[in-house]
């Protein structure tokens, strides 16, 4: 057993897209209670990295380990316990907001009506929530795929620019959230350009072209 | 609390139902191919009663399986376009267990359809109501093997901009068994002698592709997350 045996942990992870060497050597621990935030210009493979984690993309060097294991291994254990919001928003158009998360959180855990209800108010769509997805905002289908997060209940955040689209109200939100869920005992990471001015304990991780 | 395969397996059967029935022009549009097709067929030839029967099996079964390659395409796609394929994958559960449910969904709604409606073809088509059995028959597990198959290509194609045509170039040589056997089935059945035969084999078909192509489909699709 490891002696950081409850965090993340990747280790010299390369990734090439074609040519192209988009993770050249990635190597970050980060535990609960902690926040990891990931930035970098674009195009310096955050969501690349972010995917890795996530075990959505397999890298041609290097691993990703949770709580000591190997994620490729135990991969629907740790998918299980994991959140992972993509930069769109994962939204079916012809599905009402409520609709839309009964069917992917429903996948994890068992849930129903008035806990979504309550996850779409706490991040401000619960006005959406009986509307199909396709006539909101992007502003607010960011804030329906991050009902989708607090409901799923998660111990590992993977949030990629939970910031877009958002207006000031929306933004602290985001901020009152991660802060919220690292004090509670979980992870996140978070991919974001702006500072994040959190109340908990953040580490950085900048990747370079 | 975790949510079981089964669970799972009818949750996003549900998803797919309900997706569909909320669009009704993309079930309808193979439907009305599929009768526009065939009709075109009487139309085309001189009004021979005897030459249309002979025809009718064929002309059916291209039909079917040209209708069934039109909604296929849709299968994975639009899910990995708006990024929902990506939290399927990471729902944790097995992603076989989705793409079963995926592909069981689709064709509840597309084959299913198909085999409601060869009746009002077949009358078009000449074909005597004592082989509407064998036909619509034959046509579910058809349309059931195809969609298997096509399951496989689509994930295949999925990361392609114009995949339908690849995916027609993938399909279509893998189901001309298919189109062997249940044209076969159907003229036997017009002919008043065994089906058995023909039937045996395409259930062994269906069976053979409900017990493999998940598995190939998953790996397909697998590679093209990536």
Known sequence: MNIASDGLKVDTVHVWR??????????????????????????????????????????????????????ARHRLEYQAALAYAAHEPALKGDLTALENLHFSVGLKRRTNAAELRAALDRTGAGVCADLPTRVLSAGQRRRVSLARVLAMRASVWLLDEPYANLDTAGSDLVSELLQAHVRDGGLALVVAHRDLSLDCHVRRLELKS | MSVGAWEAFFLVILREMRLSFRRPEQLLQPLVFFLIVTTLFPLGLNLQLSLLRDMAPGVLWVAALLSSLLSLDSLFKSDADDGTLEQLTLSGQSLTVIVVAKTVGHWLVTGVALVVVSPIVGTALGIPTSAFATMMLSLALGTLT?????????????????????????????????????????????????????????????????????????????????
Not at chain 2, 173 to 200: C, E, K, N
């Open chain 1, 18 to 71: 074609g040519d192209r060497h988009v993770l050249q050597g990635v190597s970050v621990e980060t535990h609960p209670r902690e926040l990891l935030h990931i930035s970098g210009p674009n195009g310096t493979g955050k969501t690349t990295l972010l995917r890795v984690i996530s075990g959505l993309l397999r890298p041609e060097q290097g691993s990703v380990s949770w709580c000591g294991q190997s994620i």
């Open chain 2, 146 to 226: 195809l969609s298997w198959l096509g399951a496989i290509g689509a994930g295949l194609t999925i990361g392609l901009r114009r995949g339908n045509v690849l995916l027609s170039l993938i399909v279509l040589p893998l189901a001309m068994p298919l189109l062997i056997f249940g044209a076969g089935a159907t003229d036997r059945a017009m002919s008043g002698t065994s089906v058995a035969g023909a039937m045996y084999f395409l259930a062994a078909l269906c069976v053979f592709t409900c017990t493999l192509a998940p598995f190939a489909a998953t790996a397909a699709l697998r590679i093209t997350v990536e």
